[in-house]
């Protein structure tokens, strides 16, 4: 079984960058599809990303597509999420998760172990 610390998250103006981190333990990090979600409050929890096993294959939510890189160090056993061109809707709690699939997958309910979350809030 794996456990996940997510980190990084923070206050970051409209424009901003941040990147998120997501350190593994417990588990064999590279068996692992890995993925980014994030929830605002009062809203539902949502897919921004995920990547295959060995990095090679990522997907992204259209909502982040072309500000967002997901991208993993198995060797050091972490997950990334860099998050450019920041916009206030990106304001949420963000997650990270693994799942035993190899590949990337936008589903919630394929991941099995999660983080408890980093808040990453940007102002305007």
């Known amino acids: 079984q794996v456990q996940l610390v997510e980190s990084g998250g923070g206050l970051v103006q409209v424009g901003g960058s941040l990147r998120l981190s997501c350190a593994a333990s417990?588990?064999?990090?590279?068996?692992?599809?890995m993925g980014w979600f994030r929830q605002a409050p009062e809203k539902e929890r949502e897919y921004v990303a995920s990547?295959?096993?060995?990095?090679?294959?990522?997907t992204y939510a259209d909502a982040v597509k072309g500000r967002f890189t997901i991208s993993r160090d198995n060797a050091k056993n972490i997950l990334y999420l860099e998050m450019n061109k920041l916009k206030p809707e990106d304001t949420a709690v963000y997650f990270c998760?693994?799942?035993?699939?190899?590949?990337?997958?936008?589903?919630?309910?394929?991941?099995?172990?999660w983080g408890q979350g980093t808040q990453v809030t940007v102002s305007s």
């Open positions: 990547i295959s096993r060995s990095g090679t294959f990522m």
């Open positions: 998760a693994a799942s035993h699939l190899s590949v990337p997958v936008d589903g919630s309910g394929r991941y099995s172990y």
């Open positions: 417990g588990g064999a990090f590279s068996t692992y599809a």
